[in-house]
């Protein structure tokens, strides 16, 4: 799908429309439009640009004129085949192979919010990410500074990780009444590439997972890419709802949960819920991956153990990063598992990348050995309660009678459902052009058409009351 990633300048002398044939003449000589790509919608342009449609409609003729465009009956407008004839004919051999590739490209809304969450004009409503004001700055220097005189290389790590920080995360994990050993842990690069690994080196087009409908997992096509189908299971209050469950009959099959502050509902699963989930998939022989990357995110109390502490079967994957504690450039999580299925998965990443960066891990190890981290979780809580208060008051405040919420214990997000069902898509765009960038709820669960994931955590204080007021108002008078 080919973005727009640019803006236009109003306060320019040259013409609007001038602007936009000059940008999209240089996406078409960089190759990022390539030529038989077809653009997007004139509507859809003139919607992100904030401009009429005629303006774009003067710019694509004019393109069309200069043989630079084509169009035709039923096939919309694509960049023509002839559009700098030499780099026509390599881009057009790229072409070829970018729709052809096994990893299906992201859902066309993840894109633009991927893009858009770079723009400084916008306020991020949805960012499932810790604020800049977050950021550990003096943790992390006297962290960086001591690394200068602890390590003498930063060659690569082991397969399975750097040791030392394995041997301090299983120290972490036993505060959690998990036990395991460093050979039995796997350092890999955030949660997302554990998922990746997973999809890689233990699931097939044959396979089948279970998880919470919603989930985060739907808005990616990371599982889909690789075959494996995907089967929503309801959810309570407290958490996965087996009542009405059967899994069929397939042999390769497995449970994916968050079951601390669920994304993007908010929901703990209650301590004698994650035990009726483990025995049942120990008597289904489901096995099952703990995706627990908010759990040091609690608000009110601390969660539950992990489904993990409870497992004496290796029946559970337990999946953690610091990318939401922390800070997600680190790129640093782990998966904790049986040692035959984490030297599976260690081998497959080191095809893939020869190991996480030694540097974070070495980092990392550093933050938890000085207990710096923890103290740092102690100020990221007091930091998101009051970002929740802020979140609570504006939804009481504008939201009353337009939606309803239940406030969570922990996390980033509020799972906001609409009174009235809306065009999702719609929803986005309009809130794009008016300077909000949402994710709607159909990202999660394709059925739905009330809900909005609202997130707290990355928005400054004013522009989250500024954001959800803007909101509020053009769900009354824009739909």
């Not at 003067?58 to 004129?65: D, F, G, K, S």
């Not at 890419?225 to 309570?236: F, T, W």
């Not at 309803?404 to 794009?432: C, D, E, I, K």
Request: proline share 5%.
């Amino acid at each position: 799908m080919l973005i727009i990633d640019w803006h236009l300048d109003k306060t320019k002398k040259i013409p609007l429309y001038q602007q936009v044939i000059e940008q999209i003449k240089i996406k078409i000589s960089s190759g990022d439009w390539p030529p038989g790509s077809k653009i997007p919608s004139q509507r859809t342009m003139s919607e992100i640009l904030g401009v009429n449609r005629s303006t774009i409609n003067t710019a694509v003729n004019e393109l069309i004129a200069d043989g630079l465009l084509e169009t035709s009956v039923g096939s919309g407008t694509k960049v023509a085949n002839n559009s700098w004839s030499l780099l026509a004919s390599s881009t057009a051999m790229w072409n070829h192979f970018t729709n052809r590739g096994q990893q299906q490209p992201n859902l066309a809304t993840i894109q633009k919010i991927n893009t858009y969450e770079f723009d400084q004009n916008i306020i991020r409503l949805g960012t499932g990410e810790l604020s800049p004001d977050f950021y550990p700055k003096e943790f992390m220097g006297s962290a960086l500074h001591a690394l200068a005189e602890e390590i003498s290389q930063l060659g690569y790590a082991e397969p399975l990780g750097l040791y030392p920080l394995r041997k301090e995360l299983c120290r972490y994990l036993k505060r959690l009444q998990v036990v395991t050993a460093p050979d039995c842990l796997l350092i890999v690069s955030g949660a997302l590439q554990a998922l990746q690994l997973i999809s890689l080196g233990l699931l097939n087009r044959t396979s089948t997972l279970y998880l919470e409908r919603p989930s985060y997992l739907f808005s990616l096509n990371l599982f889909q890419s690789a075959g494996v189908r995907l089967h929503g299971i309801p959810m309570d209050d407290e958490g996965l709802s087996l009542d009405s469950f059967r899994p069929a009959g397939n042999t390769s099959r497995c449970l994916y949960t968050i079951p601390c502050f669920q994304n993007p509902t908010g929901v703990t699963m209650a301590a004698e819920r994650r035990q009726t989930v483990y025995n049942w998939c120990a008597k289904e022989r489901l096995p099952i991956i703990e995706d627990d990357v908010y759990r040091e995110l609690w608000l009110d109390a601390p969660p539950p153990n992990p489904i993990k502490a409870l497992d004496s079967q290796g029946l559970v994957l337990y999946i953690g990063s610091f990318s939401k504690a922390l800070s997600p450039g680190l790129r640093i999580g782990w998966i904790a598992g049986p040692k035959p299925v984490i030297s599976r998965l260690a081998d497959i990443k080191n095809q893939i990348d020869y190991g996480s960066s030694s540097l974070s891990q070495w980092a990392v190890h550093q933050l938890l050995s000085s207990g710096s981290f923890y103290r740092h979780l102690e100020d990221v809580r007091d930091k998101l309660k009051w970002r929740r208060e802020i979140c609570r008051r504006a939804l009481e405040e504008h939201f009353t009678g337009l939606a309803t919420w239940q406030m969570p214990s922990g996390g980033f997000y509020v799972w906001l459902r609409l009174n009235t069902p809306l065009a999702m898509n719609a929803l986005f765009h309009t809130a794009l052009k008016n300077g909000l960038l949402l994710n709607p709820g159909n990202l999660y669960d394709k059925q739905t058409s009330h809900y909005l994931r609202l997130s707290f955590a990355y928005a400054g204080e004013t522009d989250l009351a500024e954001g959800l007021s803007r909101l509020s108002f053009l769900l009354k008078h824009s739909f």
